[in-house]
């Protein structure tokens, strides 16, 4: 191809990513439209409720809502209407409060957006603080262990509402050093960015520790040392060279947060986007639903451009001219401690299941409500007098088993969808901001609320951080020298996806499924707690968390047991990993 035609095949590459944002865009809309009527409950019965909490309304009041809100025309028109004044700013009246959508949106969006930016502070801090061993001694030639990920995975293990509320207790009411809630300045956003910005920080940090010893093993790097450039100057070489395969999953990871903090924001009160969408969807409030969406929506694409121009921008000519070095991990000698750690912690949850399964999970004992760990009960007992080491051991074997499942299905249709950047580019940004419970709302009005329903709802959204990741790897290394001389020896797809392409995504992707698998335990858990997934009393430990999170205060081993239970299994998974890449080695 000549170079006079290169913009003109620039444009035409932009198109597939258009139209897949604009279809994703519609096709989102218009779910969101029909929710009322999939909820299989009557939307003039919900919206009564949430105006005035009236459990028994009459016949004549429900048929004065219908007319009043003209659902009798279907979901199309009242779509129609909301698209037509959407070009005016108007985007309608609120069905409970009566309001205009429009400021409630943009009070709650520039509400989120702030916050985002501070989690975002938090985020890179923590990420830096992960990584920085590997940088110093990386830029110094002076790695030669590998980590093991524990550190990372412990963090990213945390449950963001659990940290919340110690932090709401610790540093807002025990010692005042920041408001515990509402949202009045900078400081009502410290602590709500340090719950949202640590897991996040752990997840893009331990993804980037693994990829930067690849960085530094490169003969530039070696080049650089020997001629006596300054470790500093190396470093930020490296940072180049691995932050454009890690950009992508600020979109779902921090961006994300956006829609996705829904625990946090009721936690300190906050009044942000993901809290007006949830309430919304709740009360079938149709306007104010639709509304938050397209934010969403808009958002998560304006940043999904913005993030892949400053990816190109960093990897510059190279990327463009195909002379993109490929990075290539080197052997590292694993940790003197990898092995007893993952056996400890294998040891460890099997002690807990083993233990758990010999006692009665449903027992109930008012008279031992909220014990202290004794003899009796190792890990005490609940709110309703039940033991929690039962009931951690009976839920942990469908805990890891739905986990899994739901990482697996993922991580697989994310590779798939990845693998095609441009059609999948828009869906994956749409998708990127949404939170899980808005689908999960939608999925439990066509199922009902099941733990399989909500397995699916965090499905549905759970594949764009792994297309997003494998869509950046590919075009790295669909860039590289080594792919262009095996085209020109006559390799074939085939060939390029078996050796070269699979090869350089896999390990990257699978290390950042590993990371994720406890944020998927928490995500279930919250689809549950809502009423959509696991129902009560079943003792799966995500609910366990979201069940005890109100008496963290009064007796904090509630929730100390299953938080260690799902730190224990986040480190093996990953530690697991690690000695797994090491045999394939």
């Not at 901001?433 to 009902?448: F, R, Y």
């Not at 020298?481 to 896999?506: F, Y």
């Not at 549950?528 to 007796?555: C, D, H, I, K, M």
Request: hydrophobic content about 50%; glycine content about 10%; proline content about 9%.
């Amino acid at each position: 191809m000549s170079l006079a035609h290169a913009p003109t095949a620039a444009r035409l590459s932009l198109w597939p990513a258009a139209v897949g944002r604009v279809l994703a865009g519609v096709a989102l809309l218009g779910a969101v439209a029909l929710l009322p009527w999939l909820s299989g409950t009557d939307p003039a019965r919900t919206v009564l409720r949430a105006r005035s909490a009236d459990q028994n309304p009459t016949p004549a009041e429900l048929s004065l809502v219908r007319e009043e809100l003209g659902l009798d025309e279907g979901p199309l028109a009242h779509l129609a209407h909301w698209l037509g004044g959407l070009p005016r700013g108007d985007a309608g009246v609120s069905w409970v409060s009566g309001e205009p959508v429009m400021p409630q949106v943009g009070a709650a969006l520039s509400v989120s957006l702030t916050l985002m930016l501070g989690a975002f502070a938090v985020t890179v801090a923590v990420a830096a603080l992960v990584c920085a061993r590997t940088v110093f001694l990386g830029s110094r030639r002076r790695l030669r262990r590998d980590r093991s990920g524990a550190t990372a995975a412990v963090l990213a293990a945390l449950p963001k509402f659990l940290l919340a509320s110690v932090l709401a207790t610790v540093c807002g009411v025990w010692w005042g050093w920041f408001p515990s809630s509402g949202w009045e300045g900078p400081q009502s956003m410290v602590l709500p960015s340090l719950a949202l910005g640590v897991p996040s920080g752990a997840v893009l940090g331990g993804l980037l520790d693994q990829a930067l010893p690849a960085a530094f093993g490169e003969p530039w790097a070696r080049t650089a040392y020997a001629v006596g450039l300054p470790p500093g100057h190396i470093a930020r070489d490296a940072l180049r060279r691995t932050l454009p395969g890690m950009l992508p999953q600020l979109l779902p990871t921090v961006v994300g947060l956006v829609g996705g903090a829904v625990a946090v924001e009721k936690i300190f009160n906050v009044p942000g986007l993901g809290r007006l969408a949830l309430e919304a969807a709740v009360a079938q409030d149709l306007p104010v639903l639709q509304t938050t969406t397209l934010a969403l929506v808009l958002l998560g694409v304006g940043a999904g451009m913005l993030i892949r121009a400053l990816r190109h921008s960093l990897l510059g000519r190279p990327l463009r001219e195909g002379a993109l070095p490929a990075l290539h991990r080197p052997p590292l000698i694993p940790p003197r401690s990898l092995r007893w750690l993952t056996a400890a912690c294998a040891l460890a949850l099997l002690s807990l299941v083993t233990a758990g399964l010999l006692r009665d999970p449903l027992q109930v004992d008012t008279a031992a409500r909220l014990l202290p760990p004794s003899p009796g009960h190792p890990l005490g007992t609940d709110a309703l007098g039940r033991d929690l080491l039962a009931r951690l051991g009976h839920g942990a074997l469908r805990t890891a088993g739905v986990a899994l499942t739901v990482t697996v299905i993922s991580a697989v249709t994310g590779l798939l969808l990845g693998m095609a950047p441009r059609a999948s580019a828009g869906p994956t940004e749409v998708v990127s901001t949404l939170p899980a419970v808005l689908t999960g709302l939608l999925i439990a009005g066509v199922t009902g609320p099941s733990v399989w329903g909500a397995a699916c709802a965090v499905c549905v959204v759970g594949w764009s951080p792994y297309a997003a990741q494998t869509a950046a790897l590919l075009e790295q290394e669909r860039a590289s020298g080594h792919i262009a001389a095996s085209v020109a020896l006559g390799a074939g797809r085939p060939h390029l996806l078996r050796r070269h392409l699979l090869p350089a995504v896999a390990p990257a992707l699978v290390r950042n499924a590993l990371l994720r698998l406890p944020t998927t335990v928490l995500v279930l858990a919250s689809l549950g707690f809502l009423g959509l997934g696991e129902q009560p009393p079943t003792p799966e430990w995500g609910r366990l968390l979201s069940e005890n999170q109100p008496y963290a205060e009064l007796a904090p081993w509630t929730v100390l047991g299953p938080a260690a239970a799902l730190v224990v299994l986040s480190v093996l998974a990953v530690t697991a990993g690690v000695l797994g890449r090491e045999k394939g080695e």
